[in-house]
């Protein structure tokens, strides 16, 4: 215990804590309606893109992280445009992200092959997370916040009756594309926790943990933050003590919460089903 508690006096470890537990709650919020909507690729799918965008910042010497986020954003809204001709359908995920992905490709080979730069976004050690980082998610978090708390209605409804969304006359092209920024710029950021190979895992796993409890939407949204927050900080602790790659680790804590809780649901079910037989008479 005392070693935990020597260990979050270093900045490094402050800084990756609270960009862990900040970026959690992004996850955590949106992870279930990409679950719910069935858009799970599309954090995959993102992830692939902005590794073209990370690489387009080293080669020109930007910062790669705005640029990524600049390319994912754009190769997001081209999914959607692309989404609504039936022609592409669920075939623009494949497009946009082979495009990204090798075009990453190419231009890491122009560069010079794979260097530390690129490597730090694909594996992410969460330790090296600067402040700039931290003021990053901070505005993502407040941003992500106030657009569900002001269209939760709206979003529950398209995520749940998307053909009646539409009757009502909601903006749902406008919801969609909204939804689909704020995953884009979410996966960016959660490169610096878990890695671009990674990213969609922090995503999807706490929230289809949290689907399990079946608490309803809003209580879901509570436990999907809680659960990303808590394999956050369990899979950064275990990789320290561990000297295991931090971004591997959380999402295998994740992944280890996802089967417990199918578990319990399951022993849960049975025992239900089981119930009302046993409490008959016997003849």
Known sequence: MA?????????????ALLAGLLISVVCGLLGVFVVLRRTAPLGDALAHVSFGGVALGIAFGFLPLYVAIVVAVAGGIAMRLLQERRLYGE??????????????????????????????????????????????????????????AVFY???????????????????VR???????????????????????LLVSALIVVPAATALQLRLGLRGTL???????????????????????????????????????????????TRAVSRGPRSSQPRA
Do not use: H
Not at 174 to 196: E, K, N, P, Q, W
Not at 250 to 257: D, R
């Open 153 to 171: 209605k709206e979003f529950f409804l398209v995520t749940f009756d998307p053909e009646g969304a539409r009757v009502s006359g909601l903006p």
């Open 222 to 268: 509570v436990a999907a933050v809680a659960i990303a927050s808590l394999c956050v900080a369990a899979g950064l602790v275990l990789s320290v003590f561990l000297n295991a790659a931090s971004g591997g680790m959380i999402v295998l804590v994740s992944i280890a919460a996802l089967l417990a809780s199918m578990a319990t649901a399951g022993a849960s």
């Open 91 to 148: 075939l623009s995920l494949m497009i946009v992200q082979a495009a990204g992905l090798a075009g990453g490709i190419v231009l890491v080979s122009l560069v010079g092959g794979l260097n530390v730069d690129i490597l730090s976004f694909l594996f992410a050690p969460i330790l090296t997370v600067a402040w700039s980082d931290v003021t990053l998610i901070v505005g993502l978090l407040a941003v992500t916040v106030a657009v569900l």
């Open 174 to 196: 406008a919801l969609d594309l909204g939804f689909t920024v704020l995953t884009a710029v979410t996966v960016v950021l959660a490169m610096r926790v878990v890695g671009i």
């Open 3 to 15: 070693d935990l508690v020597t260990l979050f006096q270093y900045g490094f470890m402050q800084r």
